[in-house]
């Protein structure tokens, strides 16, 4: 669309020549299903008049345009994205009336028509710049404004929106129009609204300051109706409570945004977003069977990591898509922060080192890595920037400068930075002035060589022993790869962990805290000692770095000697340490697999087991040698069914082997039993077989070619026909071995415009299976000739996730890298984000095929 792409000169012009001061948004959601009312009147300063600027919209159609008092007509100034002003004075008003539509990709304002019951759901979502789908407006962050919504809507529906309700009149007509006080000044992609029946549960909420005074909170959670019956809305509020009390105490700003309101809601586009005074979390977090705890820790972090942007994002915010990480990174680490100080998570950090940890690690290794201040030029760059840098890879380094500077310090710096520029727009240099006053620090290098490049470094022990087993030097070596030669400062500690000569119990010996900086820094701690059986780099994982073990280590660890260390974080950064020597091809995925199976048993962290099974399975069918995979499926599958049936009745150990073992189904036998968990016929004691398992025996059945005539996922559908059956059913089909179930999934996904996301990944997920080469073959010329169509023409959660997951991996060879390289170098590339999306998928195949290699080899 013309000028719909604003670029970051176009936004700092504007910012330089205006000052956005309040806006009136009316909307009228009685008109039908496809478009509604919107109506915007702003007020705004331009510092010279006679300027002319632009007011973004993306809508069907614009009915009139007026700017102070002046008739424009819309042919002439509404271009389809943008309308132009022109002849601005000093004070200004325009008012823009258009027809909007609904969305059903989850941008701009979703509707949604619950198939349950029939029931209209509608919900906005709008970072980084789809708050022009609702209303006219000037759309970046640093505009920010006061807004007022009047939202009239079917009289049964409720109405929410960033602030409280100020009033609601019938209109006569069935209607009700709902009207909102002003809210802060904010910035327009976290204005929000949600409308429809919802089933809401609300509270109060008290918080007492650090002068004694209290700060009432009306807190609330809503979801469709639908799912009220899994709505744990007690769960919800509790945790909101303890986040609302632990920012308080810590941040010493009080909370400026009224209410607190939560929105669970259907077909999002991702976990959550920060709305001031409305969050909207995906409604997958409402959990309608049993699932683990590490799920609800999960939900936990989501619910703090939005309430913190609060503060970091939402009061003060960046000025431009450049220092998003400035609030993804602090919100990201401040998740795990407040759960272990808040809730009964204590243990988060465990679960961030191998869970988001994990994601930061491997975006940093992929050839479109970036440093976490990135150079967004415009809004599409900065829609591909929401990504595991900016979130994961940020909130290590900053849990790294928490090390470096102090916490005390770290958390003045913050309280600061608030105080400061409340309400207002920041840099980051801001922030790290903030910091530097308060830790008395130069923090100009450090931000160099942490934010302002990319890559992770990898630190190794090398240690010398002499015949007796008394080390006689030892020292760490840092290393980084030749594109991102960047050596860094660590803060890290160095765990000695050896058995215990009485009880044989592997124990912490010692712990030594030092600074790594340059290629090699010499432990002489160790020196003159006997040599531990573990020497455990970046124990309690304060900094962000792979690590290395020996051949001796990995034998130890074989043999049982990742459960027998004593805390789960050092377990984690063992785990850690083993799965990237498995990626970068130096441990093959044979010996990967037999670590984990002879360890996974004692591993106590519920967030570690099922991160090992996933990690077993991306193994299994990326990086072993393809002629190894029968032995090692057999292995898998008999361990996993040992596992189940060893797991205590009811526990959350039991319900991930489940899943594993229906997983890793591969025999006969194997799909045999799990059909007989499905009919009843098989059980064990405390599982139930929900309706998640369910689904994901369904979909293991249909890829092994047990349901080709679709009758158990079309019986399965009927009894759970809902949003999460209709969706299930779709990915069991698609999941089939024949070539006329593959040719409607990809007529389903790829070449059917608007579909819901989660459809879109739930088919795909499914779509390729490992070892399935005949069904993929006719997909991978399809998938290169449709990628530029697709990325013109589709939004932009569509394509994205057609891109990745259309892309044929179970053909991973030279010959598909070959093929990939011949689309990177024709005209179709030219869209630097669709280009970006390729290169990492390319870039997976190229490390699956040097993992094999190893595996081969080994
Ligand atoms: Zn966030």
């Known amino acids: 669309m013309t000028g719909g792409n604003l670029t970051r000169d176009e936004a700092a012009e504007r910012a330089r020549l205006l000052t956005a001061e309040h806006y009136a948004v009316e909307l009228d959601l009685t008109r039908g299903d496809t478009t509604f009312g919107s109506k915007s009147t702003i007020t705004f300063r331009c510092s010279e008049p006679g300027a002319a600027t632009f007011v973004d919209l993306l809508a069907p159609a614009v009915r009139s345009v007026t700017l102070n008092g002046a008739a424009l007509d819309p042919a002439e100034v509404f271009d389809g994205a943008r309308v132009h002003l022109s ?83 019938d209109t006569g007509d069935g209607s009700t129009t709902h009207y909102f006080g002003p809210t802060k000044p904010i910035s327009t992609y976290i204005t929000a609204v949600v409308a429809g029946p919802y089933h809401f549960v609300e509270d109060d909420h008290t918080v007492t300051l650090p002068d004694g005074a209290s700060l009432d909170i009306p807190i609330g959670a809503m979801v469709r109706k639908s799912l009220a019956p899994y709505f744990d809305a007690e769960a919800i509020l509790d945790v909101t409570r303890r986040g609302l009390d632990f920012y308080h105490r810590i941040f010493d700003y009080p909370y400026p945004f009224g209410n607190y309101h939560s929105a669970f809601v259907p077909e999002y586009n991702l976990g959550a977003m920060e709305n001031p005074g409305l969050v909207t979390f995906n409604e997958r977090l409402v959990f309608r069977s049993k699932t683990t705890d590490a799920s609800y820790q999960g939900r936990a972090n989501t619910i703090m990591h939005e309430m913190a942007h609060m503060w970091f994002g939402d009061l003060v915010t960046m000025k431009w898509w450049d220092d998003l990480w400035l609030k993804e990174s602090f919100a990201d680490f401040m998740g795990a922060y407040a759960l272990t100080h808040a809730t009964r998570w204590e243990h988060a950090w465990v ?143 160095v765990g000695c962990y050896s058995p215990n000569p009485a009880t044989g119990a592997v124990e912490l010996v010692e712990r030594i805290e030092l600074d790594v900086d340059g290629a090699r820094t010499e432990l002489p701690q160790l020196v003159g000692k006997p040599r531990p059986g573990l020497v455990l780099l970046n124990d309690q994982d304060l900094t962000y770095a792979k690590i290395r073990f020996t051949p001796a280590e990995l034998d130890a660890f074989e043999r049982g000697g990742i459960a027998a260390l004593p805390d789960s974080m050092a377990r984690a950064l063992a785990w850690s340490g083993v799965w990237h020597m498995t990626r970068d091809a130096v441990m093959s995925g044979r010996r990967f697999i037999a670590i984990v199976l002879r360890n996974i048993e004692a591993e106590t962290d519920i967030s570690v087991v099922q991160n090992l099974l996933r990690q ?69 004691d405390g599982l139930t077989v929900d309706q998640d398992l369910r689904w994901a025996i369904i979909e293991v ?15 399965e559908a009927a009894s759970d026909d809902t949003a999460d059956g209709r969706r ?15 040719a409607e999934a990809w007529r389903l996904v790829v070449e059917t415009p608007d579909q819901p996301n989660d459809l879109i990944g739930a088919v795909l997920g499914e779509f390729y299976q490992v070892g399935a080469d005949e069904l993929a073959e006719p997909y991978v010329e399809p998938y290169f000739e449709a990628l530029a169509t697709v990325w013109a023409e589709r939004s932009i959660q569509n394509a994205e996730r057609i891109v990745s997951g259309g892309y044929p991996w179970p053909l991973t060879s030279p010959d598909l890298l070959a093929r990939t390289d011949a689309w990177l170098a024709s005209d179709a590339a030219k869209a630097p984000a669709l280009r970006r999306l390729v290169l990492e998928a390319r870039d997976d195949a190229a490390r699956a095929l040097r993992a094999r290699e190893c595996d081969r080899n080994a």
């Open 701 to 715: 059945l249909a890829a092994e070619g047990l349901d080709d005539d679709g009758v158990l996922s079309d019986g």
């Open 351 to 493: 679960s961030f080192a191998n869970g988001r940890k994990a994601w930061a690690y491997r975006q940093d290794q992929l050839p479109t890595t970036h440093p976490i201040v990135a150079d967004i030029t415009d809004l599409e760059d900065a829609r591909l920037n929401f990504d595991g840098i900016t979130y994961a890879k940020g909130a290590s380094v900053l849990k790294q400068l928490a090390a470096y500077v102090g916490e005390d310090a770290f958390l003045e710096g913050a309280r600061r930075y608030f105080k400061r520029h409340a309400f207002g727009n920041t840099t980051l240099d801001d922030l790290l002035a903030a910091l530097e006053e308060t830790s008395g620090r130069d923090l100009k290098a450090w931000s160099k060589a942490w934010l302002e490049t990319a890559g992770v470094n990898t630190l190794t022990a090398e240690i010398q022993t002499g015949a007796d087993g008394v080390v006689t030097a030892a020292a760490i070596t840092q290393s980084a790869v030749p594109e991102f030669p960047t050596l860094r400062p660590h803060r890290i500690a």
């Open 728 to 742: 299930h059913r779709a990915a069991a089909r698609a999941a089939r071995p024949l070539a006329e179930a593959k």
């Open 87 to 169: 002849g601005l004075r000093a004070e200004n008003v325009v008012v823009i009336d258009a027809d909007a539509a609904y969305s059903r990709t989850g941008e701009g304002l979703h509707r949604f028509v619950d198939p349950v019951d029939g029931e209209v759901y509608t919900y906005t979502q709008f970072e980084p710049a789809d708050s022009r789908r609702l209303f006219a407006n000037f759309e970046q962050p640093d505009l920010k404004a006061v807004f007022e919504f009047a939202i009239k809507a079917p009289q049964d529906w409720g109405v929410w929106s960033n602030s409280p309700l100020d009033a609601a009149s």
């Open 616 to 684: 077993v399975r991306v193994v299994r069918g990326d990086y072993l040698d393809p002629a190894h995979r029968p032995a090692a499926d057999a292995t898998i599958s008999q361990r996993l069914w040992e596992l189940l049936a060893g797991a205590p009745a009811g526990s959350d150990h039991q319900v991930a082997f489940a899943y594993g073992a229906v997983r890793a189904a591969s025999q006969d036998s194997d799909f045999a039993k799990i059909q007989a968990l499905l009919s009843g016929e098989l059980s064990f």
